[in-house]
């Protein structure tokens, strides 16, 4: 019996002395609050005061706890510091997905409780054992300093008619900082029985089952181990349909490292307690290829019975005449570049459970694309899609990774054969081993401007590893091609793209679809242009930027909404500024240099000419209250209220009104998924069209015209023209099967055309633009980068809430960082976070948002995507400004102090 | 099993048992188990008394083996201190300093160990007990190769020794790592310089850490700086690292590993002596 002090309570409780604070916390004394990222203190999620001291609860025995008194996120409230930080961290915006915001937000009372006006550097040094992967930190640090200070700025909810570019709070954000919030491994009642995988130890390997009914027999607890023979439907799945190839568990040989092979069901005890190197398995170590060279190696083994060469798909898009124009190019330049494979990281593992309600599955977990894993969860249970319904928990990050199937296919299964819920939350090690990863690339590149400096010709070929099945290798080996030209004029164009298996963790979508490799190579070799043209590169990219009536590499003129030479303009004045700064540094210093480098990058919204359509059901409820079935689901970006801010706007009344009804296959239309930056763009116009709709049923009901406003006032609808004011009573009114007065529902699919054979149409019906600038200071003598700033200047279209704007693009800034500077995946070695590493809070600069609104007619309210295009230019314009500081061009990413160093030394004089 | 002694001999006894673990701050303990269940006997030294705390005595300094790194950055300490009091705040998080000890850093025996560099650079020694009594080993006998010690079964580290520096004596540690929190080292190294009225080097102590199965001192270095004037770095050289034995690993290879020591002692030492 271990008792002490929770949030000022007296508890009391029969956990055993090893086992993890956490789990104690989490468990029986069922606050969930506190967050478990890792179980090894990489991570801080699970930060909680003990004696008033922060402390890694998942590092800590439940028996250390014994008389102590310990307080979580849950008790913040209670103290004025711990109730201003939350109110600040709600206002600023700096709680995303908000998996993070518990340990922050305890980490910040420690700190506050011994500052009472701490430094940026002793926020820093108090937050630095708190991992965050969405906000990039700065409105975080900001928060601490707003509670501190007393001054808390939380923006008023907008009269009707100005949700639109409110600077509001999420709406779904009291929950985040209140640490009430339910992830996927938050709501799993007690009662469950608990799924472990088996999973393999090699890259490749055959295997053979042992006794297994032996097994079950020998460890109480344990029910049932699942294996493939188990599966009712068929053992496969994958995102793109026609390329579904992943089994869910293994059959004869696996793949990759991490592949589960089955899965053991029991009580929670015996789960906890398996040893799994116990299970009654063979391996047989066959030899594995594991680089694009070695996969396409005529010799190698075939991954695939279909995929003869290992080549999955391949990408192309041509315009113009490529040798030609490089033959006749005035100045040409020619690279080889490297990409790594890079994690998601996102600080809450795959986390979930399901149960059978009748012949139907439920199935609660963390995910970005609900219908995605209903379709498919259903395929392999042999059920029909409508017998399968998902409920999304909160979800703790995604960044791509979340729309595979992970532990759906597993709980399902266990709840469906032992007519029990099931339940399974992944370690990080699995969660790193088996969950995509960003496609590592290698590429190659030749570019031709004229002696006057414009573009003329490039030639661009990439290969992409993409592990051992499909997930979305297609989708960045279509998307790479499209969008290789950058932001920018190229007459004459060719690009090919490959997708190769190899015997690795299945690469899949993370921020940007291949597009952050591709720059890595189109902006670099731009400023090489630059450079031997003697422009400078910042004008040289002004010089070639696409423009409303320009055709892009697929033929395509968008006619408007081109903001990319905004976005270059913008970032002018401290281009100047720096750049000369930098060089002025530079005079007097030996061993630390300073540069300055710029980077453009342009992303299409949306699936690459496929149809993604979203619907939105907004609905008039008699009490006078909205209801918006918004079933985009808000990963940390912000749908949630976006989606609301939009809706509200095009119907006419307060935003206030709004009630969410949030994503669930049996309760929100189909809005798709969570990715291609394209929530804000595709769900956001359904509930524009939704909004528009629903106010013309209401103006019909009043007889009144357009021009009318329209008011609720606790069950009464008022419509107001100028010669008329009708009162409704809505409690009066007929009701529709979903219990509304009125309901509108509207879809809207983004008007694309199929490619031709050389990759021309048009794949998107809007691209979002952007541009960086980065600063930094080399180590010359070790290679160390130290980034200094980062100002990034983003066309959006319209703002539609520039908080989450910037939330978007500063998170998305210190993924790029990430990317740039030290992280690399290698399947088998550090499968953890102090091995894998991101950046931490003292790693992110500050990062100066300009928001450009050149409205795009076809975006809601003129607006784009911002997700992914956030990250693409960060790492592009890092290695620039590397480049500026040193004469060192680095053409294998991460720029690790080692590549750098050996950059410098081989520097051309 | 799960012990929780309250007295070093109650301590000793539990740590008997076959294959016993001890359990400090729990920060290296619990890392290693994630996913797989704590099946050995666990031994919480965390109450046993005596042991956490840190008192200065006429000869030497001795910080109980409990005590946390957070209690060695608060603690008042002679500057000679000052390299182990930086590498206490680079120990993982705030969260892992408050409760990671001194003795789990060096029971652990990691060649990363932030700890090591700077008590070895102070001549630390680390006193120990069991069943049968007590004895002192220097720091550099009892971390014995990669993740080993010299900790005999039943045996229990009860306190870190280090001899009374000079007033004179100056201190830093320098850490390379791949990122700026929550890191572990590339390379580390630290130094403690004392000099004489005429400014020349008295003494000199330098540890290089995360380059070698264990953190090693560079006692032709140490000789060399003895008698001199100006900026150390300047004689450090890549004869002086011939007792290094970097590996490759994901945090670095070896070649840049001792290109790092050679920079990272170098500016350590210009930090001790106050001219970097």
């Keep these: ?909 | 099993m799960y012990a929780r002694p309250k007295t070093i001999a109650e301590a000793t006894h539990a740590m008997a048992a076959e294959g016993a673990l001890a359990v400090g701050g729990g920060t290296d303990v619990y890392p290693a188990h994630v996913g797989r269940p704590l099946s050995r006997p666990l031994v919480d030294l965390s109450r046993v008394e005596g042991l956490r705390g840190i008192s200065e005595m006429a000869e030497c300094i001795r910080f109980g083996a409990s005590t946390t790194w957070t209690d060695i950055v608060r603690a008042e300490l002679p500057p000679a201190f000052d390299g182990l009091k930086a590498a206490a705040r680079e120990v993982g998080s705030i969260q892992i300093q408050n409760r990671g000890t001194i003795a789990g850093n060096l029971c652990n025996a990691s060649p990363a160990a932030d700890g090591v560099p700077p008590l070895l650079s102070l001549d630390a020694s680390v006193e120990l007990a069991s069943p049968t009594g007590r004895r002192v080993l220097p720091l550099a006998s009892f971390i014995t190769g990669y993740r080993r010690t010299a900790l005999a079964p039943g045996e229990i580290v009860t306190a870190v020794i280090v001899p009374r520096p000079s007033p004179a004596a100056r201190s830093a540690f320098v850490k390379l790592g791949a990122r700026r929190y929550l890191v572990i080292s590339i390379l580390m190294a630290a130094a403690v310089l004392e000099i004489d009225s005429q400014g020349r080097i008295a003494r000199a102590a330098v540890a290089v850490g995360a380059a070698s199965p264990v953190a090693q001192r560079l006692p032709e270095l140490e000789a060399e700086l003895r008698g001199l004037a100006g900026k150390p770095s300047a004689i450090v050289a890549p004869r002086h690292l011939s007792g290094l034995a970097p590996i490759d690993d994901v945090r670095a290879t070896a070649a840049y590993r001792l290109e790092a020591a050679l920079s990272a002692v170098g500016e350590a030492l210009d930090l001790a002596a106050g001219v970097a």
């Design chain 1, 1 to 909: 019996m271990i008792s002490f002090t929770l949030n000022g309570a007296a508890v009391c409780c029969d956990a055993s002395p090893a086992v993890r604070l956490s789990e104690v916390l989490r468990g029986p004394l069922g606050q969930t609050g506190t967050k478990s990222g890792c179980d090894a203190g990489d991570c801080g999620a699970c930060t909680v005061l003990i004696d008033g001291e922060a402390a890694c609860a998942c590092l800590v025995p439940a028996a250390q706890a014994e008389g102590t008194c310990v307080t979580t996120v849950e008790g913040l409230k209670a103290s004025a510091k711990g109730a201003r930080l939350q109110q600040a961290f709600l206002a600023r915006g700096a709680a995303q997905c908000g998996i993070c915001t518990p340990g922050m937000l305890v980490a910040a009372v420690a700190l506050l409780e011994r500052e009472a006006k701490p430094t940026r550097a002793l926020i820093k040094d108090a937050l630095g054992g708190v991992l965050c992967r969405c906000t990039g930190y700065g409105k975080i640090i900001e928060a601490v300093e707003d509670a501190a200070r007393g001054s808390i700025h939380a923006e008023a909810m907008p009269e009707p008619g100005h949700a639109v570019g409110a600077r509001i709070a999420r709406l779904d954000g009291e929950a985040k900082v209140a640490g009430t919030e339910a992830y996927g491994a938050d709501s799993i009642p007690p009662d469950v029985l608990w799924v472990r995988a088996i999973r393999a130890a090699h890259h490749r390997a055959g295997f053979r089952f042992g006794d297994i009914e032996g097994f079950i027999a020998t460890h109480p607890g344990i029910v049932r181990v699942l294996t493939a023979k188990d599966i009712p439907g068929r053992n496969i799945f994958g995102v793109i349909p026609p390329f579904a190839d992943q089994p869910v568990f293994a059959e004869n040989e696996t793949r990759f490292r991490g592949e589960a092979i089955a899965a053991v069901v029991g009580e929670r005890q015996a789960i906890d307690g398996l040893d799994l190197s116990t299970f009654p398995v063979t391996w047989e170590e066959r030899s594995p290829v594991l680089t694009i060279a070695a996969a396409l190696d005529p010799a190698a083994p075939q991954l695939q019975e279909k995929r003869p060469g290992n080549i999955l798909v391949r990408g192309h898009v041509e315009t113009g005449d490529v040798q030609a124009a490089l033959a006749s190019g005035a100045v040409t330049v020619e690279g080889s570049f490297e990409t790594a494979f890079v994690e998601h990281a996102y600080i809450e593992p795959e986390a979930g459970w399901a149960r059978r309600v009748g012949d139907r599955i439920e199935i609660t977990a963390s995910t970005q694309a609900p219908y995605m894993d209903r379709d498919d969860t259903a395929a392999i249970m042999g059920l029909a899609p409508e017998a399968i319904r998902i409920i999304p928990s909160a979800c703790g990050g995604g960044f791509g990774s979340k729309l595979d199937l992970s532990l759906q296919p597993y709980v399902a299964l266990a709840a469906w054969v032992t007519g029990r819920p099931a339940a399974m939350v992944y370690t990080r090690p699995e969660s790193l081993q088996s969950t995509t990863k960003r496609h590592p690339a290698i590429m190659r590149s030749r570019m031709a401007a004229t002696r006057d400096g414009k573009l003329l010709a490039m030639d661009f070929e990439g290969d992409f590893n993409t592990g051992a099945y499909s997930s979305w290798g297609p989708t960045v080996a279509n998307r790479v091609p499209v969008h290789a030209s950058g932001p920018y004029v190229v007459p004459n164009y060719r690009a090919n793209t490959r997708a190769v298996l190899t015997h690795c963790v299945p690469s899949g979508a993370f921020r940007g679809f291949g597009v952050p490799q591709t720059v890595v190579a189109q902006e670099q070799m731009l400023d090489m242009l630059a450079e031997r043209l003697g422009l400078d590169a910042l004008d040289f990219r002004i010089r070639n930027a696409l423009t409303d009536t320009t055709p892009t590499v697929t033929g395509q003129v968008m006619g408007d909404g081109v903001g990319i030479r905004d976005c270059f303009e913008a970032l002018k004045p401290q281009w100047t500024q720096l750049r000369r700064a930098a060089e002025a540094f530079n005079a007097t210093s030996e061993r630390f240099k300073r540069g300055v480098g710029v980077a453009g990058m342009f992303y299409g919204c949306g699936n690459t000419s496929l149809p993604n359509p979203s619907t939105i059901r907004f609905g008039l409820k008699p009490d006078g209250r909205l209801s918006l079935h918004q079933g985009a689901v808000d990963i940390g970006q912000g749908s949630n209220t976006v989606i609301a801010q939009i809706a509200a706007d095009a119907l006419g009344l307060a935003l206030s009104l709004i009630d969410l009804v949030s994503p669930d296959t049996d309760l929100t239309p189909d809005c798709g998924k969570t990715s291609a930056s394209r929530q804000t763009f595709v769900t956001g116009t359904a509930a524009e069209r939704a909004g528009r709709a629903l106010r013309q049923q209401l103006l019909r009901l009043a007889n009144a015209g357009e021009g009318a406003t329209l008011s609720l006032d606790s069950g009464t609808l008022v419509v107001r023209d100028d010669t008329v004011i009708r009162s409704m009573n809505l409690a009066d009114l007929p009701r529709d099967a979903f219990g509304y007065v009125q309901c509108a529902e509207a879809t809207f699919d983004p008007p694309t055309s199929p490619l031709d054979a050389n990759g021309q149409g048009v794949p998107y019906a809007v691209y979002g633009y952007g541009a960086h600038l980065a600063e930094v200071e080399v180590d010359t003598r070790l290679g160390r980068v130290h980034v200094l700033g980062i100002v990034a200047a983003h066309d959006v279209g319209r703002a539609i809430n520039p908080i989450l704007v910037e939330g978007q693009i500063e998170g998305g800034v210190a993924q790029g960082i990430g990317m740039a500077l030290m992280e690399e995946f290698t399947p088998g070695r550090g499968e953890n976070l102090h091995d894998y590493l991101i950046p931490t809070i003292g790693d992110v600069p500050p990062i100066q948002s300009i928001l450009v609104e050149r409205a795009s007619s076809a975006g809601p309210f003129g607006a784009k995507g911002i997700g992914e295009q956030a990250l693409i230019p960060t790492a592009p314009a890092i290695l620039n400004a590397i480049h500026h500081a040193t004469g060192a061009r680095v053409m294998q990413i991460p720029a690790t102090p080692e590549r750098v160093l050996a950059a410098i030394k081989t520097r051309s004089p």
